[in-house]
């Protein structure tokens, strides 16, 4: 569903993603997980169109994504659930949503349609649809980002850094929606720094290392590669290059 | 090419399934089309395009880490210029980068060229080296997980499952033969009987008392379990054997014929390569078509043995492997000396996104070009057998008029060829000239001479002789 092939994008001046190749196919959650600063937020952005990359290519569903807005991108069917959130918190529960439906904006029955459906699934947001994000707890907040992409009726969503911030017992709760949104079919590409987490609930998953994608497979192999488990999951021993 | 394996009852399987089994391997068998079981559907009959996304991706990935972890490596890269983030973008970009050769591994002996430290390494095989060290394979505990899983591909596309009874003819030892047909019928659920090489007789009892219903074997030991069985008055109707999955050397058609006819077995051929894992890196369905490639872990160039340059698909040339998913011992452009082509079109099987191999033509260091053209002498050889029924002992010799090249075929003359009848000599060698015209696009000059007219080695006749470079006689 969607091919990254040798993108290379710099952040300013630096050189951010040198060579990343990753895909998604329709159905699976793909896990892209590194440290600070490996990349991962950059390949988000050349993804949806905020950075494009000077080199390479970014294909989704046979079509080529470069050089189009981020607005085209999302009625591609590409939907962001960014990075901190980033709810508009002056506007309410419900403004949000239909600021998720932005691209259907002519058709508001749908609008309202696919609200409901997701006030059925998140009570919690139908009980304060009228009341302003910003009051809304960091846990709730997410649930409303993830919904306010899920409005756009997206072919592929990608979750950035989505347990960033939260509680545990609140992380576990949006790894259980991430995991339900999988059952129903959804294609799923999760950033993240919490390792465990994002392999144990991924089809596939890569690693990144300073612009690069250093290892892949499927999540459950990652999990358990002395590599992974060293860096990101604090076992293991020093490397051949690091002797 | 040409594999063997390893020793006894290794511990390493039973922690490596133990902690294994069940999380992501085995896949489930599933039936594709006519019955033709696959053992893992969403690798094997991926589209081209999602092959080729995965051999960018694990190849990127490969250099990277082949670049920092591997010296061997580093310094090639470095010498060329080459840096793995700008100058790879494309599959066709690892044509910039030299070929690694059976030489560089023995050079790197023992440990030199592996990417991971030794505690990551759990088993190590070697291959047998004629000239210098022994090249020494390295594998993690993952490798040897994906090694399973790719003798379990073949093994399922050449008919084996759970309920057969599978006999291991390939030796036992430093060699990746047997452990690696064991890993995958193991994998598979077949009940596997590691009879190693030799002792012909007791191979054939076992046969017949533990109802062996596949035989692993090399094309050569096939037919000499069917002469055994011949003398010892055994009717291969009577056995249980079903499948002859064959590898180790190169065969023909008409080998393949033999055995499926003298042993009644279905017969398929695959390829493994010590170096780059042992067997699985490719094998014949049912179909029997060709040899699919596993593209999703190896990535296959075909080249002019002489000027490495790249062929295409059709060309007959060396096979050059790039491992893709090899951590203790990562190869890019390992020249494997065999020589074969890439199959076009597709197989029946659904196997269609990969590409498949054809039967291995021979041993590139025996490749002799002659006019520009690539020849096997051996081949020459099974050409004559062909025309006259049996060996001859023959010379392929190459000799220089002026500035041009001859190809000239020196057949010893033995009593059953020493024929009063001038007109029969003369009929064999018109028939002989025709033939090899017909095979190789040249037309040699057939001569009949006296035994000692040709030039041994240690006792042996050689197959070729090269008179090119000193004044013609």
Redesign the interface.
Known sequence: MLNVKSVHTYYGNIHALKGVSLHVRAGEIVSLIGANGAGKTTLVQSICGFNRPRKGAIEFRGEDLSGRGAEQIVQQGIALVPEGRQIFATLSVENNLEMGGFIHRRRPDRIHRDMDRLFERFPILGQRRRQLAGTLSGGEQQMLAISRALMSRPQLLILDEPSMGLAPLVIRDIFRIIGELRQEGRTILLIEQNARAALRIADRGYVMETGKVVLQGEGSMLLRHRQVQRAYLGKGSKEIWEA | MGFDTDTDTDTDTDTDTG??AG??QPNLTVNQGENMPIWEPAKECMSR??VR??Q???L??TL??VY??VSFYRKMFDRIGFV???D???LQDLQRLPFTTSRDLSDSYPYAMF???L??VVRVHSSSATTGNPRVVGYTR?DLKTWSTLVARILSAAGVDTEDVIQVTFAYGLMTGGLGIQYGAELIGASVLPTSVGRTERQVRIMQDFRTSVLVSTPSYALLIADRMEQLGIDPKTLSLKYCVCAGEPWTEAMRLEIEQRLFVRATDNYGISEVIGPGVAGECLEQTGMHLAEDHFYAEIIDPVSGRVLEEGEEGELVLTTL?REALPLIRYRTGDVCSILPGSCACGRTGVRRLSRLRGRCDDVVIIKGINIIPARIGDLLERIRGERMLYQVVATREGHSDQLEIWIAVTEELFFDKMREQRTLVDVIRNKVSNFIGITPRVRLVEKSSLQEENGVVKLFVDLRAAPAA
């Open positions: 902690e294994v999380v992501i395009d999602e996304q995965l960018l991706e694990r990127q990935a990277n880490r920092r972890n793995p983030e700008d790879f973008a494309d990417a991971v430290p505690r990551e993952r998913t």
